[in-house]
């Protein structure tokens, strides 16, 4: 018979030390602390050393996770690796971690949804379970966006930041249940939000660094309209699907990407504020880690409590979009 349930048993977190503020982007490009705190909620956000890679900020997240469930390393059955910043094209960042970690009997993978990467790692490791292929998973969002940001373009050098977030998943003993989730994707809008350099389309070349093909190119404008209506549709879905009203959730956390994105989604649900997690001032847009870390941040704080309907809502490049309700 299959599982049922599958309930998020303990997670874990883990930021770079090196801070950099909106007034030290003041000096690397045109920009204004007031700009970046208005018009996005960013006052800081976290930078990896040089010899930090994505694997090494995801195994401490990993690594924290796994030591709050109580499980060793070699009991863990699958490793998922959720991000956009891998330490190189292969192997996976997460067979990288699952060798950090000496979880030998899990079989390890990543997944490549962007910022929705955490939602899709989620609904990816449950499905597992519920299969009964599985008996538990890591999930783990981590990024190191600031290897490919361009710190010459005030677009987007004022948005990113590095970390990682991780979840331990196991069949729920009845206290905790991923109730619903919906996942979407749409690559006819692929350009708003990229890397053109690098890949088999256009390898490494002179002319690709001098052209700063291995950049992130956004379009911010017309993405930030998407992303609200994406949000919206794809959690009155995931609230459909769990027979739920906006009323009924207990803590909202969506994908810290701009304050007003997720202010849009709050008051389009009217959810009010004291039960929406933030913590997009501190660390910035980081990706798959994004929603992973304010996860871990709001259990540990006590935001979230066992029991709680918290509901998960993200976008980003592919384009991609997902939600979930999960019972804590
Ligand atoms: N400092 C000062 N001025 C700036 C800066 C900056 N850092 N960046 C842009 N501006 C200027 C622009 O040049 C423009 O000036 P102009 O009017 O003279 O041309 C003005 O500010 C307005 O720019 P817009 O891009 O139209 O501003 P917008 O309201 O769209 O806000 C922002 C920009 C914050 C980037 C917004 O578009 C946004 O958040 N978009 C979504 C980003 C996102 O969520 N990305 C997806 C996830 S990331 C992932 O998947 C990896």
Known sequence: MAVSDVMIKSTGSYVP???????????????????????TG????????????????????????????????????LIIVATITPDMFFPSTACIVQ??????????MDV??????????????????KT????????????KLTAITDWQDRNTCVLFGDGAGAALLVPSDGSGKLLAFDLGSDGGYGDMLYIPGGGSRNPATQQTVEDRLHYI??????????????????????????GLKPEDISVLITHQANMRIIDSLRSYLKVPEEKVFVNIEKYGNTSAASIAIAFH???????????????LAAFGGGLTWGSAIIEY
């Open 17 to 39: 030390e090196k801070i950099l503020t909106n007034k030290d982007l003041e000096k690397i490009v045109e920009t204004s602390d007031e700009w970046i705190r208005t018009m």
């Open 42 to 77: 960013i006052s800081t956000r976290r930078i990896a050393a040089e010899s930090e890679a994505t694997s090494d900020l995801a195994y401490r997240s990993g690594e924290l996770a796994l030591k709050n469930g109580g499980i060793g390393p070699e009991e863990l059955d």
């Open 99 to 108: 060798d950090r970690l000496k979880a030998k009997n899990a079989v390890a």
């Open 112 to 129: 490549n949804a962007a910022c929705s990467g955490y939602i899709f790692s989620l609904v990816v490791g449950s499905t597992f379970l």
């Open 132 to 143: 009964e292929t599985y008996k538990n998973a890591l999930i783990i969002g981590a990024e």
């Open 217 to 242: 190119k956004m379009n911010g404008h017309p993405l930030f309209k998407i992303a609200v209506n994406k949000m919206r549709e794809t959690f009155k879905r995931s609230l459909k699907k769990a």
């Open 297 to 311: 941040e709001a259990c540990e704080s006590g935001f979230i409590k066992r029991g709680d309907i918290v509901g």
